[in-house]
């Protein structure tokens, strides 16, 4: 069976976005890393698989 493994979306507001991906599909943040211009945050359901 096909699974998604990874996507990327670009989001103006970190912490409004992080709060709706909790909300609606309990997700928690994974592992983040910071930039300069940018910050990647990995997000996801815990203990998943």
């Keep these: ?11 103006q507001d970190l912490q409004r976005s992080l709060q709706f991906y909790q909300q609606a599909f309990h997700f928690s943040v994974a592992h983040q890393l910071d930039f ?3 910050t990647l945050v990995y997000v ?3 203990n998943c698989c």
């Design 1 to 11: 069976m096909a699974k998604l493994i990874h996507t990327m979306i670009r989001m």
């Design 44 to 46: 996801g359901v815990q």
């Design 36 to 38: 300069p211009e940018f």
